[in-house]
């Protein structure tokens, strides 16, 4: 099967029995396939007016209690960012998958890109924490839609499957588990009385059990900064307060949070890191090297958001070099140099989108930079 | 807000067990309209007898946005424009539960207006209520698309340059299963029409001419918060079995009051269901304390 069609298989594999959303290349396969397996598991499929909606409507059917999810592509993504910024505010669960395109704008809508990494991360105004995470097959498709549920109910926030056109449209082979061997995480519930539920009074590790609408708690929910009890606080402590809840939720659990795939990291003197299609580019381009002799390992970001900030610093300081590979002019390269500390030279090889990147291209990076140049 | 203290003394209202009490007094102008549309709501759900753990409140951004947050029900104060879409996942997750959306004219139609005229095209099972006030209250007073052609906003100082529309004709051109328009003044057939929309499947939709004195009432120089609703009262005319388009919404002129639209038409999910029947062996069964394991 198709990335687009394993992410539909792997969300209902979870438990995802609502799916709104609105055609876009090359994100549609997404929608197509929803709309055709969601009836047979009892679920909803529906097609909204524009992404906007799309977005909202996930939301109300998280809140109904029923795992929801939409998929989209950059200008749809664009569209859905104020009601991603509801559901960080709200703490809603629920997945977006973007199988991203060349931007900006229309750009090339059936050519890859990896250009909406840092509007995955600050698309939506305000100051949040995300989690992202980037699949390289059908197979991870599957996988990390299942993981994206299960991290959004756990921390209770949207979370985002940042794919790409190339990944959604390949058909490789997807194996399916067993129902049993599926990890599946459900949201925590208040086990308090009506009369003692805050809405929003964390846990230990800084998750709120969270009531649905018709469980009797008769919550209140809004995007105005709010206190405990959901109610809203008009004032900069009450804001503090709660933004560094939905901050700290994130940032204090971010080694149970972060994945990555080492691969040849020991002796390595340059290391890729890269994540979606190019990191399979540069797994190529890699294993080259070693065949020519060329001490080159290689970091494949599962998780992009939250960025392994600490991996590369501890790292940094034992290489000569280190090299991000995505197809945008310039993103997760950023946070690469800022983890590294000046502690090694940074370089990118990327595109501005429309092709994925030649792994001789990675090979000739990897091979100048061994040499000392950047 | 927040900061409000209890007020001791003050007997029990017959709406309390509706109201998150310690969240009053609310933040509405004197002389706002909306609370007459709120109390006439919250009476209109008290007459259904049903049960306020099956109700749900959604509602946008602006004055009328914030009766979510007094409502002692499941409440959920969302995205400017976009109440719609979000009660339209809630509903479609727990169709069980009865959804309310609350909207004033800009949330509803202006940035709101393609989720309106497609939630309704849809017929999705919800009640909205429209409280239309004739401009941006919460910011201002600005123009809105209900502001009258010449009236005077912030942002229409000379007169507004542009048309409003007739919120009650579109919605029922866009399918609406019932339409009623009431002036806040006509407490009693407000109170009933809500009732009605309430009980009403489909998409139901009541809307209030309401006064804003503080921002729409003063530039216009409509004098006190009394006068103005005197002055849409004094304008309006009852005619239930007009034809909506010509239900005119002119407050120099007339403003044609009462119920339109009250008609059957099957909801988005009767269709949903109507098709995809053969294989939907485990339908309604989505929620997952339903679903074995998963």
Known sequence: MNGDEACCEGALAVGCRFFAGYPITPATEVAEAMSRRLPQLGGIYIQMEDEIASMAAILGASWGGVKSMTSTSGPGFSLMMENIGLGICTETPCVVCNVQRAGPSTGLPTAAGQGDMMQARWGSHGHYEIIALSPSSPQEMFDMTIRAFNLSEYYRLPVLVMADEVVGHMNE?????????????????????????????????????????????????????????????????????????????????????????????????????????????????????????????????????????????????????????????????????????????????????????????????????????? | MTTSKPVKNVPP??????????????????????????????????????????????????????????????????????????????????????????????????????HFIHAARRNMDLTVICVNNLNYGMTGGQQAPSTPLGAKTTTSVSGSPEEPFNFSYLASACGATYVARWTAMQVRSLRSSISEALEKRGFSFVEVITPCPSSFGRRNRMGSALEMLKFYHGRSVIRGDIDPKDASMDIDKEIVVGKFVDIERSTFLDHYEKFNRPQMPQWRSMHPDNQKGR
């Open chain 1, 173 to 374: 082979r997807v194996i399916i588990p067993r129902e049993e061997d599926i990890e599946i995480i459900n949201r925590r519930k208040p086990t308090v009385s009506r009369e003692d539920y805050l809405p929003y009074e964390a846990d230990a590790d800084g998750i709120a059990p969270m009531a649905n609408c018709g469980d009797g708690y008769r919550i209140h929910v809004t995007g105005l900064t709010h206190d405990e009890r959901g109610y809203p606080a008009m004032n900069a402590k009450a804001h503090e307060q709660m933004v560094t809840r939905l901050v700290g939720k994130i940032r204090n659990n971010r080694d149970k949070i972060i994945s990555t795939k080492n691969f040849y990291l020991d002796d390595a003197e340059v290391v890729v890191v890269s994540y979606g299609i190019s990191a399979r580019s540069s797994m190529k381009a890699v294993r080259d090297a070693r065949n020519e002799g060329i001490k080159a390992g290689l970091i494949k970001l599962e998780t992009v958001w939250p960025f392994p900030e600490e991996l590369i610093r501890s790292l940094a300081p034992q290489v000569k070099a280190l090299i991000m590979v995505e197809i945008n002019g310039g993103q997760m390269v950023l946070e690469l140099e800022r983890s590294a500390r000046g502690a090694c030279p940074v370089s990118l090889v990327g595109n501005y989108g429309g092709a994925i990147l030649h792994p001789n291209l990675i090979l000739g990076a990897i091979s100048k930079a061994v040499k000392g140049k950047t």
């Open chain 2, 13 to 114: 209202h017959p709406m309390d067990s509706l109201l998150r009490t310690e969240r009053i007094p609310h933040i509405w102008c004197p002389g706002c309209g909306i609370g007459t549309v709120f109390s006439a709501v919250i009476a209109a759900i008290k007459n259904t007898g049903w049960d306020p753990n099956s109700i749900a409140m959604v509602s946008g951004i602006g004055c009328t946005g914030r009766m979510a947050g007094y409502i002692k029900l499941d409440s959920f104060h969302t995205t400017h424009g976009r109440a719609l879409p979000f009660a339209t996942g809630l509903k479609l997750a727990r169709p069980q539960t009865k959804v309310i959306v609350v909207s004033g004219d800009g949330d509803l139609f202006a940035i709101g207006g393609n």
